[in-house]
């Protein structure tokens, strides 16, 4: 399938870390870049990190110190890796292909999501 597919949210203490994995494999377009996402209970959706394709990465302000985005090419596969895990990263994290599809378009695509929860 072209969108991709997001795993490893769950249930986490404050302190502890969390690998997300996107599955990229069914992209068939030309991808610019990959992106996770969050999106947390009555707030907008905010762009957390993401990876280009020639591999430099971006972090918002809130995560970078946390985060860590990376790739394995053989298995199309984008990860997010969480570390000191705090209350306020409990979202929903989404996975976004940023590809270059029909006719030449430029657009995204996204993943259903990953439910990640922060909680003694």
């Known amino acids: 399938q072209v969108q991709p597919v997001e795993s490893g949210g769950g249930l986490v203490q404050p302190g502890g870390s969390l690998k997300l994995a996107c599955d990229a494999s069914?992209?068939?377009?030309?991808?610019?870049?990959i992106g996770w996402s969050r999106q947390a209970p009555g707030k907008q959706r905010e762009l957390v990190a993401s990876?280009?394709?020639?591999?430099?990465?971006n972090y918002s302000d809130s995560v970078k110190d946390r985060f860590t985005i990376s790739r394995d090419n053989a298995k199309n596969t984008i990860y997010l890796q969480i570390n000191n895990l705090k209350p306020e990263d409990t979202a929903v994290y989404y996975c976004?292909?940023?590809?270059?599809?029909?006719?030449?378009?430029?657009?995204?695509?996204w993943g259903r999501g990953t439910q990640v929860t922060v909680s003694s």
């Open positions: 976004n292909t940023n590809v270059r599809s029909w006719g030449g378009v430029r657009r995204d695509f």
């Open positions: 069914g992209t068939v377009f030309t991808v610019y870049y």
């Open positions: 990876i280009s394709s020639d591999g430099s990465t």
